[in-house]
């Protein structure tokens, strides 16, 4: 079975009376474009014309929920409880929350006027710190995209065990990482099982798209699917991924050095969770691992808001601290447990 990542340029006709998602949706399904898609972000609109980059999942594995082009009709609900959702798009250098978990204070500031505030992943995660209050609902992206779409219902809970990916590297890296997830164990309590180490190499290059946001070319996807299939065959269902992210080092000056340009991670990791969501019915997150010492930046004086990032060498324990407060996820016409409460659009 091969599996890949494809990402490229298209346009849909939409005159501006039609703006609205379900126009806009049923345009790109009629393109032919290749596999399913798992990101797609609206670049430019010319006249009549709306301009996309979208990245395609090519592979013979069924999604686990339905395509992002499609839509469920609902209704708005009054009931309780209160939910808002904070979406800060990654890898577009956004002033708040484009750098290591810095939207975390504006994130609290939210939650305290609700009961439940979903988040992206990187809006509050900062590799070892992690703050944000007991009502946030950390949900990778595509996951809240789903939401939004009406396929899925959400459960608060506070996950007893999470599943970590990591990818083959040398000992030493590896050890690195073991040491975070066993300082999580100790000092946090966190059940982390099962530990799946891939059997090859997973090579994600960072890169910048003509538009300026962030973006990744992928190999050794298979690889992160075997070991997902290993979890797969567990009752874990939240998973966090350390691989590593080529990035060539004049942009990691450039970015730690405080110039105007978006996290370099940043987009391919969204990436690579949003794969792994359409596909198994887990919530997910994705740290950068190590591969080179002089990466850990140790000693240099950046950006104020990467502080989290340039004290930290494993990326790791955010992550999994955020995981532990993802929410389960459930088919939106899922019958729910007994006594659970369940979030929804509403139908």
């Known amino acids: 079975m091969f599996s890949q990542v494809i990402t490229k340029d298209f ?88 750098f290591a978990g810095d939207a975390t204070p504006s994130v609290n500031l939210l939650a305290s006027a609700c009961d439940y505030l979903v988040v992206n992943p990187n809006s509050v995660t900062a590799s070892d710190l992690y703050y944000a209050s007991d009502n946030v609902l950390y949900l990778e992206g595509n996951l809240i995209c789903h939401l939004l779409l009406g396929h899925t219902t959400l459960i608060p809970e506070t996950r007893s065990n999470i599943g970590v990916i990591i990818e083959k590297t040398q000992e030493k890296f590896l050890n690195n990482i073991l040491n975070a997830l066993n300082a999580l164990r100790t000092v946090g309590g966190i059940n982390i099982n099962p530990v799946v180490v891939t059997g090859g190499q997973v090579r994600t ?22 070991a997902l299939d290993i979890i797969a065959e567990t009752d874990t269902t939240a998973v966090a991924f350390s691989t590593t992210l080529f990035v060539e080092d004049e942009v990691r000056q450039q970015y730690y050095s405080k110039e105007s340009i978006p996290n370099p991670w940043g987009g391919a990791e969204a990436i690579i969770t949003h794969m792994t969501t359409n596909l198994y019915p887990f919530t997910a997150a994705h740290s950068p691992l190590l591969l080179d010492e002089a990466h850990t930046m140790f000693g240099t004086l950046g950006d104020s808001r ?42």
Not at 17 to 39: D, K
Not at 73 to 89: G, Y
Not at 205 to 223: L, M, N, Q, R, V
């Open 11 to 98: 346009e849909v006709q939409c005159s501006p009376e039609r703006l609205i998602w379900s126009e806009i949706a049923n345009s790109i399904g009629q393109l032919g474009l290749p596999g399913n898609p798992i990101r797609l972000i609206l670049t430019a609109r010319k006249e009549n014309k709306i301009i996309f980059e979208g990245s395609f999942l090519e592979t013979d594995r069924q999604p686990v929920w339905p395509s992002l082009l499609n839509i469920r009709p609902r209704q708005i609900s009054s009931a309780k409880p209160f939910v808002v959702v904070s979406i800060i798009p990654t890898g577009v250098r956004a002033e708040i929350g484009g």
């Open 205 to 226: 290059e960072c890169t910048y798209s003509p538009y300026g946001h962030a973006s990744g070319k992928f190999e050794g996807i298979d690889e992160l699917m075997k």
């Open 306 to 347: 990467d502080g989290a990032e340039l004290i930290s060498s494993s990326f790791l324990c955010s992550t999994l601290k955020g995981l532990t407060h993802s929410p389960r996820v459930l088919n939106f016409d899922a019958p729910l447990p007994s006594g659970c409460q369940g979030i929804s659009v509403g139908t």
